[in-house]
Nanobody
């Protein structure tokens, strides 16, 4: 699998962004596609994930209600819609693929990573 993120940028507090993760290639089974983020000086944090088979989703409690993960199986793309963005949402956001659905999300459960896309929330 290969993952390519896009959609990051600069947004004001309260604004919205849509991140995209284009998935190419093949793998056995139905992988889980997840979004992680890493802010400067902090560890990588699981944001949300979606099972490509069942469509089951998970959200970190601090993003639930503000972020929505979805998939377009025709375009082989997973989206992360982020609303009501806060200063603390500033981070590099990574798309990742793993072989199974598990929560809470752990980086070690994902074995394919995209290059990341910067999201900056600032006034």
């Amino acid at each position: 699998l290969q993952l390519v993120e896009s959609g990051g940028g600069l947004v004001q507090p309260g604004g919205s962004l849509r991140l995209s993760c284009e998935v190419s290639g093949t793998t056995a089974g139905d992988p889980v596609i997840g979004w992680f983020r890493q802010a400067p000086g902090k560890g990588r944090e699981g944001v949300s994930c979606i099972s490509s088979g069942s469509g089951r989703t998970y959200y970190h409690e601090s993003m639930a209600g503000r972020f929505t993960i979805s998939r377009d199986n025709v375009k082989n793309t997973v989206y992360l819609d982020m609303n009501s963005l806060k200063l603390e949402d500033t981070a590099v956001y990574y798309c990742a693929a793993g072989p199974f659905y598990a929560t809470p999300m752990r980086s070690m459960d994902y074995n394919v990573w995209g290059q990341g896309t910067q999201v900056t929330v600032s006034s």
